[in-house]
T-cell receptor
């Protein structure tokens, strides 16, 4: 059974800092891994999708890397802004089942 | 292009009742997945429908069921509601599911009293 751990669970930083959010998973046989953000009480917004054959994906100030063999993915946020405040979730999709397993997320607060 | 829509957005039900939630996927998307999110368990997969067929099912009791229509719209039903069913129910759509990006709706907040 896939287990996903996200570290840190919470993060509070001043505006402008570069951030690293970590996601580790136990079953490396994944098809892809998706990063989402969730604002309080709202649905999820897709940020980046990394296929199993890829090492990283970039979108604006966001960069996600994937190391399947070690069961790790990292989301890098450059020059953080108050609007980045949200919970960030990673979800690897295990091969064969097409069912994503979600971590508990990293709750991020960026102070002005 | 319109996003994923879910109705209703908020719902209050009494223990023992049943409830039906609706999800309209992005136009052209054939896969719809349902998730339950609670503070205690986090986000958990309920089931996935593709072309009107349930393709995957999570570890939930039979009180949770769903279906998908020919226009890809999906409904999920929860019978004999329990207090523990109080949660945010999210649906997500994707083109074909395998290796595809999922797009989530805003969710339905269900409160069982």
């Amino acid at each position: 059974k896939q287990e996903v751990t996200q570290i840190p669970a919470a993060l509070s930083v001043p505006e402008g800092e570069n951030l690293v959010l970590n996601c580790s998973f136990t079953d490396s046989a994944i098809y892809n891994l998706q990063w989402f953000r969730q604002d309080p009480g709202k649905g999820l917004t897709s940020l980046l999708l990394i296929q199993s054959s890829q090492r990283e994906q970039t979108s604006g100030r966001l960069n996600a890397s994937l190391d399947k063999s070690s069961g790790r993915s990292t989301l890098y946020i450059a020059a953080s802004q108050p609007g980045d405040s949200a919970t960030y979730l990673c979800a690897p999709e295990t091969g064969g089942s097409y069912i994503p397993t979600f971590g508990r997320g990293t709750s991020l607060i960026v102070h002005p | 292009k319109a996003g994923v829509t879910q109705t209703p957005r908020y719902l209050i039900k009494t223990r023992g009742q049943q409830v039906t939630l609706s999800c309209s996927p992005i136009s052209g998307h054939r896969s719809v997945s349902w998730y339950q999110q609670t503070p205690g368990q986090g986000l958990q997969f309920l089931f996935e429908y593709f072309s009107e067929t349930q393709r995957n099912k999570g570890n939930f009791p039979g009180r949770f069921s769903g279906r998908q229509f020919s226009n890809s719209r999906s409904e999920m039903n929860v019978s004999t509601l329990e207090l523990g069913d109080s949660a945010l129910y999210l649906c997500a759509s994707s083109l074909a599911r395998e290796r595809d990006e999922q797009y989530f709706g805003p969710g339905t907040r269900l409160t069982v009293t």
